[in-house]
C-alpha cells in the first residue's frame, strides 16, 4: 500500500543535541509538510515543500530545518533541541492538481530533557 | 477572530444518537473543506471533503457547507464508542498559488456506551 512512514517513531533526546526526524512517501505525491501538534496548541505546520527545489517556512520555523532530498524524503531537523520542542511530530503529503487532501505519517514523538 | 473555529467541547452523546460537529470559518472565498478525525496519541485521518454547498454523504458520515453563512458541519449517525476521537476541520483558502491547508483546534467526542 502507497504510505507516509516516520523515524524514529519516538525519540529521548537532552537539551542541545541535533537530531533529524525523517519522512518517506511511496504515494507519489510531490508536496510534503512538516507539523507539530501540542495539546491545546493543534497542528502547527513547521515546514512545507511543493517539490524538490522547493521549501518554504510555516508559521513555527524557529528553531528547526528541512531537507528535500527526493521527492520521497523530507528531514527535518533541530538543530540544537530545547525542551519546549517537546511535542508530537507528524509529515505529511498532499499532491499538486488534486483535492489538496493530505495524508499524514503515524507520528514521531519527541521528549527533549 | 481565528480562521477556522471550533468548539473544543468534549462533546457527549449516547451510543446511536446523532453527533453534530461545527466549523466556522472567516475567509468567504475559501474553496474545500475537510473533516479528519484523530485517536489520542495518532495521526489525523480524512473522513471526507467538500467543496459545493449542501450535503454529501459517506456512510455514516455527512458533511454539510453553507458557504453564505461560512459553515461546515459533520453528522454522525448511530454514533458509535469507537467514534469517540477528536475532529479537525481544514480549509483550503482560495488566493495563491502556495496555498494550503489551514486547521482547526479540533473538537474532542465522547460517544458513551
Redesign the interface.
Known amino acids: 500500500d502507497a504510505d507516509v512512514t516516520q523515524t524514529p517513531r519516538n525519540r529521548i533526546t537532552k537539551t542541545g543535541k541535533r537530531i533529524m526526524l525523517e519522512c518517506s512517501q511511496t504515494k507519489g505525491h510531490d508536496r510534503m509538510?512538516w507539523y507539530r501538534q501540542d495539546p491545546?496548541?493543534?497542528?502547527r505546520?513547521i515546514y512545507?515543500s511543493?517539490d524538490v527545489k522547493d521549501i518554504?517556512k510555516g508559521e513555527i520555523s524557529d528553531g528547526y530545518s528541512v531537507s528535500r532530498q527526493a521527492q520521497a524524503k523530507f528531514s527535518l531537523s533541530l538543530e540544537s533541541a530545547i525542551p519546549n520542542q517537546t511535542a508530537?511530530y507528524?509529515c505529511a503529503t498532499s499532491e499538486t492538481g488534486g483535492?489538496?487532501?493530505?495524508?499524514?505519517?503515524?507520528?514521531t514523538?519527541l521528549l527533549v530533557l | 477572530q481565528k480562521e477556522v473555529e471550533q468548539n473544543s467541547g468534549p462533546l457527549s452523546v449516547p451510543e446511536g444518537a446523532i453527533a453534530s460537529l461545527n466549523c466556522t470559518y472567516s475567509d468567504r472565498g475559501s474553496q474545500?473543506f475537510?473533516w479528519y478525525r484523530q485517536y489520542s496519541?495518532?495521526?489525523?485521518?480524512?473522513i471526507m471533503?467538500i467543496y459545493s454547498n449542501g450535503d454529501k454523504e459517506d456512510g455514516r458520515f455527512t458533511a454539510q457547507l453553507n458557504k453564505a453563512s461560512q459553515y461546515v458541519s459533520l453528522l454522525i449517525r448511530d454514533s458509535q464508542p469507537s467514534d469517540s476521537a477528536t475532529y479537525?476541520c481544514?480549509l483550503?483558502p482560495y488566493a495563491g498559488n502556495?496555498?494550503?491547508?489551514i486547521?482547526?483546534?479540533?473538537t474532542s467526542l465522547a460517544v458513551n456506551p
Open positions: 509538510y491545546g496548541l493543534g497542528l505546520l512545507y511543493f518554504n508530537l507528524f483535492s489538496e487532501t493530505q495524508y499524514f505519517g503515524p507520528g514523538r | 474545500s475537510f496519541g495518532k495521526s489525523p485521518e480524512l471533503f479537525l481544514a483550503l502556495n496555498r494550503k491547508l486547521w482547526g483546534l479540533g
